[in-house]
């Protein structure tokens, strides 16, 4: 298998990727913004006096989550249902690494831990309806 064909296979986890990283960024600069302007604990006059960002930073994340757990769903279909080839499975399995990491710091960067419960809970009711 050539690099064109790697590429192929895993495109849209790359692009989940990039993606990620920008929101990751944003999301750090964000964080760094609370933690200049109020108190580490001050969790609802952050949320109260940022409503707009939080949401955006939440939809964000919401969205991150459900696109990475389908692909490691759609991932995991085609590993079970296709014949596929040693490399394209140990493809998908990548595939699989790379969107559970992704969904992993998706939850640690976001900085508010009431935020870090909703996505925690969220993540769940989605594993929980797709399984």
């Not at 870090?116 to 969220?122: A, H, K, P, V």
């Amino acid at each position: 298998m050539n690099l064109r064909d790697l590429l192929e296979s895993i495109k849209l986890e790359l692009c989940h990727l990039v993606f990620g990283i920008i929101y990751f960024v944003g999301l750090k600069s964000f964080n760094n913004y609370l933690l200049s302007n109020y108190q580490e604990d001050d969790y609802f006059k952050m949320i109260i006096e940022n409503t707009n960002e939080v949401l955006i930073s939440l939809l964000f994340a919401v969205i991150m989550i459900i696109i990475g757990i389908s692909m490691i769903g759609k991932n995991l279909h085609e590993i079970r249902n296709y014949s596929l080839e040693i490399e394209d499975i140990l493809f998908k399995m990548v595939g699989i690494v790379i969107e559970t990491i992704l969904i992993i710091l998706t939850i640690v960067f976001i900085y508010n831990p009431i935020l870090r419960g909703i996505l925690l809970f969220i993540s769940l009711l989605k594993v929980l309806t797709t399984a």
